[in-house]
């Protein structure tokens, strides 16, 4: 029966009044209402229907585009045959024509909604082959909730005209076929030859080596110049090998144990190093791969290919989107349960992350490491997650590599087009455990079973070739016989000590750079600036165009730096602006991004000026001078984990950029601990990769609770080793200006970590005079200048904002007894300047003074090291919680600690 038929009674002219409805407030229709005029709108356009009249065949008609539009474009890809190792699950309702309001008896009626999908007036049943073929055979397809109708209608033009078939030349053929050899016989080389050692193979999934092979060699086509790939260790050798041409001898030597034996880092296992190359596609267009070096921890890398994406297109291709393209490559259980890859999406439109688009490949084997699909996700399908930034996803059959070839290159189109993500998601299979030593049958006894007889997707192709006459019997055994001969004399080369060269490339931007020494922290450069050229630049970055001026209050707070610079004495804020100002004035860049960075979460740095009741705002630091470097701040999303991730990929491939990454409060810091940990503090020991990011994490005890108070020092101090990072806690502005421009005037790069201040923000104070600004550089430690030596019993050793607590208490108390002296840098120790003052002081006791619980803070730093000077502690006791939430014992903590600084009858 027609699904509409009870209307063919109703009035037309009640029906029009209805329609009228529709138009106006059409969710206030029931939901059958409003798909009749969707579909009476798609076949009739606006025409009235008392116009028109009420037939049976304009319901058919109607409901022809219904199976269309609500049937298999929206909801064909539930009934694809992409699963080559499962049966689909059962959805309803199906496709099947009673559906939609149409019987057997209209497959040979023909009907104007063939038009919609580009075959003219056809019979239903023609309709429904031709849907069949495009939505329901080895692709599917999701791209009806897509908001943007260009893009829509794209993807619908494309797909449907060519019927999602893929159209390949027999030569085209035989170069998929030889990519896919390649991918499998590597895999079973390797687990012939390296029986039980871990390579985490790509067997099950091979068809991603022609797919990515395809997608390097179309893109090249469209322009790109160069792709950043993201990965785990899932096939990671595959790709390295047949992708980015490293050569066999370096990976069989990482095998044998014969690699890196004379490197200068610590390294890592060999399916997490990165790696970079050059390669000349068919049709001679050089283009640059680069895979990013990545930890155990999966999606982690996503935001670090991003960065990396971001500072090529904008250094290198001066923000040409066209000629760089990130890859990121997921497992399907990690795209569908780890939080940073919604992060990342969420990224993709914002102006201080966008990369024009990336294309999300999923190596979708079904299991992850021994967790089924159903006990991994609530979603239908892992890549749920691009739903919320509407990008479009294809499902393809990892056993049909002509789909995903056909399929790769529609997406590299739809990338380059539009500028937007978009997802493959290739399901295949895992042919042995998580790793080669695994079981997979104590958890998937069935689902291996099946595995065991399911030929590979090469065995699978070469039979569909040989079946339709496109290669001959024996090429894809020669094939065979031939690369496992190659790859034999590969392996006989290595293991008969035979030398070669990595070609592993040298990163461009990086010439000049080198490793630091422990020489190279013993004294800090001189960064000073000339005193003209300071306030030159100071008074530019004070003074606000008239046409830009924001509301009274921050036209005050320009005003106060105008006098700051009358006054030669300068605040916190002022001095990190003049860092900036100075530096970008000599040609480097400076990048920021962060938690409501652009104002300062505690109202200090205003480095954008919003003109008062609009929205156009003025950034003084890009007035500085007419050939000076970028400046860019960017307020960023509510992320912690993506964000500095981003920032970190973002200073692995810029050196000559001081790239900032400033956490609203230090204590949110955690939420990244990963980029932390993985990344920031190892990544040069690991993979030799430099970097000189800077973090500013708030940090200071004034009471306001557990997580605004610490960015916990003891964590990054924990992580210090051979030179890996610096931290510092400064206590004067002149400082964290020269601790900055330090970071650019040397030749290597070193991730800094800055303690920041918050209430020493507007402490009277703090502040610091002109020639503290051109003179010297930064200082390690700052000695007590007030004090006589000779006469003191007692050196208060402190870092940070307590400074001038301990500072206030001693000229309360007007001592000549106690020395205060600041450690400013807690990494590297300055042992040079330790030795220095302990020679001074000989005679006096020392004691480390800090506001953190004993168990927290620097003093467990101290510890490591076999100091000239042996101090005792004063400190908050060891406690659970960085602080406490009430106001009223953070004062009393705080004033036991002032009060044990200065009792000189307490034992040190």
């Known amino acids: 029966m027609n699904g509409y038929s009870y209307l063919s009674n109703t009035d037309p002219i009640a029906l029009e009044k209805l329609y009228q409805k529709y138009k106006t407030e059409p969710h ?20 009235a229907i008392t116009q028109t009249g009420i037939s049976d065949d304009m319901f058919k008609e109607i409901n022809v585009l219904r199976l269309i539009n609500e049937g298999y474009r929206t909801r064909g890809h ?36 063939g038009v919609e999908i580009g075959i003219a007036p056809a019979k239903l049943k023609d309709i429904i082959a031709h849907l069949e073929t495009t939505y329901c055979q080895s692709i599917g397809v999701e791209f009806m909730y ?32 030889d990519k896919l050899n390649q991918a499998t016989i590597f895999e079973n080389f390797l687990h012939t030859k390296y029986v039980g050692q871990k390579r985490f193979s790509l067997e099950g999934l091979e068809t991603l080596i022609p797919a990515l092979e395809a997608v390097i060699e179309f893109g090249s086509e469209l322009g790109v110049e160069e792709f950043v790939i993201g990965m785990a260790h899932r096939g990671r050798l595959n790709v390295l090998a047949n992708i980015l041409n490293k050569s066999y001898e370096e990976i069989f030597a990482e095998f044998e144990g014969k690699a890196f034996q004379n490197a200068i880092f610590e390294g890592d296992v060999k399916y997490h190093m990165g790696y970079s190359s050059n390669i000349k596609t068919s049709k001679h267009k050089l283009v640059r791969l680069t895979l990013c070096p990545n930890p155990s921890h999966l999606e982690s890398v996503n935001p670090v290919v991003q960065g990396v994406a971001h500072a090529k297109f904008v250094n290198k291709y001066h923000n040409n989107r066209d000629k760089i393209a990130p890859i990121m490559i997921h497992g399907d259980a990690s795209v569908a349960g780890q939080g940073i890859v919604y992060e990342v999406l969420q990224m993709s439109g914002l102006e201080a992350y966008e990369v024009g688009g990336s294309v999300h490949i999923v190596t979708n084997n079904q299991i992850g490491f021994t967790t089924n699909f159903h006990d991994a996700r609530t979603s239908i399908y892992c890549t749920d997650v691009a739903k919320t930034t509407k990008c479009p996803v294809f499902h393809v059959n990892g056993d ?33 455990g998580h790793n080669e030593g695994d079981e997979p049958r104590f958890t998937q006894p069935l689902l291996y079973k099946t595995i065991a007889k399911h030929p590979n997707p090469r065995e699978i192709y070469a039979k569909k070739l040989l079946d339709h006459g496109s290669v001959e019997a024996a090429l894809a055994r020669k094939m065979e016989e031939q690369f496992k001969t190659l790859l034999q004399g590969k392996l006989n080369d290595v293991r008969s000590e035979k030398v070669f060269e990595s070609k592993d490339l040298p990163m461009r931007n990086w010439a000049g750079f080198r490793k630091a020494t422990s020489s190279d922290f013993r004294e800090s450069p001189v960064t000073a600036v000339p005193a003209n050229t300071f306030e030159s630049l100071a008074e530019r ?34 001095a990190e602006l003049m860092a900036y100002a100075t530096l970008v004035n000599e040609g480097f860049h400076v990048r920021m991004s962060g938690q409501d960075c652009e104002r300062g979460t505690f109202s200090h740095r205003h480095a954008v000026v919003k003109k008062e009741a609009t929205e156009l705002e003025y950034i003084p630091l890009q007035h500085v001078s007419d050939h000076q470097g970028r400046f860019e701040i960017y307020n960023s999303l509510l992320s912690e984990f993506a964000v500095l991730g981003f920032e970190y990929g973002y200073a692995m491939t810029s050196p000559k950029t001081l790239t900032i990454w400033e956490a609203q409060f230090g204590d949110f810091a955690n939420g990244a601990q990963i980029i932390i940990d993985q990344y920031i503090a190892a990544g040069e020991a690991k993979w030799k990769r430099f970097n000189g990011l800077t973090l500013f994490l708030p940090h200071g005890y004034e009471g306001q609770g557990p997580e605004h108070s610490s960015a916990r020092p003891e964590r990054f101090l924990q992580l210090c080793a051979n030179n890996n990072m610096q931290v510092v806690n400064c206590s004067t502005p002149a400082n964290l200006f020269h601790v900055l421009r330090r970071q650019m005037h040397r030749n290597f790069r070193v991730p800094l970590i800055v303690m920041t201040p918050k209430s020493l923000l507007r402490h009277p104070r703090c502040v610091s005079s002109l020639t503290d600004f051109t003179k010297g550089g930064f200082n390690e430690m700052i000695d007590d200048t007030s004090a006589d030596a000779s006469g003191i019993e007692r050196v208060l050793l402190c870092t940070g904002k307590i400074y001038y607590e301990v500072l206030n208490r001693q000229e309360t108390l007007k001592t000549e007894k106690v020395a205060v002296v600041r450690l400013e840098q807690l990494y590297p120790l300055p042992f040079k300047q330790i030795e220095m003052l302990a ?39 060891s406690s659970a919680s960085p602080a406490t939430g009430f106001a009223h014992v953070h004062k009393a903590e705080q004033e036991e600690i002032l009060r044990k600084a200065f009792d000189l009858t307490i034992a040190n």
């Not at 699963?83 to 939609?100: D, H, K």
């Not at 943007?148 to 993807?155: A, H, Q, S, T």
């Not at 978009?422 to 399901?427: A, E, G, N, R, T």
């Open 28 to 47: 206030s229709l029931d939901i059958s209402w409003q798909r009749f005029f969707e579909g009476f709108d798609l076949a009739y356009g606006n025409m």
């Open 78 to 113: 539930l009934f694809t045959k992409t699963n080559p190792v499962r049966e689909r699950r059962n959805f309803s309702p199906t496709l099947g024509i009673e559906n939609f309001g149409l019987t057997s008896a209209d497959l040979d009626k023909t009907f104007n909604a």
């Open 146 to 177: 897509i908001s943007n109708p260009d893009k829509k209608e794209w993807l619908r033009k494309r797909m449907e005209e060519t019927k999602n078939t893929p159209q390949l030349s027999i030569p085209q053929k035989r170069l998929v076929l």
């Open 400 to 432: 049909d590599v002509e789909a995903l070839v056909y399929v790769i290159k529609l997406a590299m189109e739809y990338r380059q087009t539009f500028k937007s993500d978009v997802f493959i998601d290739i399901l295949g299979y895992r042919r042995y």
């Open 541 to 574: 970055i004070s003074t606000l165009p008239q046409d830009y001026l924001p509301i009274k209050k921050v036209q005050k707070i320009f005003k106060d730096r105008q006098q700051m610079i009358k006054s030669k004495s300068y605040d916190w804020a002022m």
């Open 839 to 877: 020679k001074k002081y000989k005679n006096a006791n020392w004691v480390f003074i800090q506001e953190e619980p004993k168990n927290m803070g620097t003093w467990l730093h101290l510890l490591r090291y076999d100091l000239p000077i042996k101090p005792t502690l004063i400190s908050r006791n």
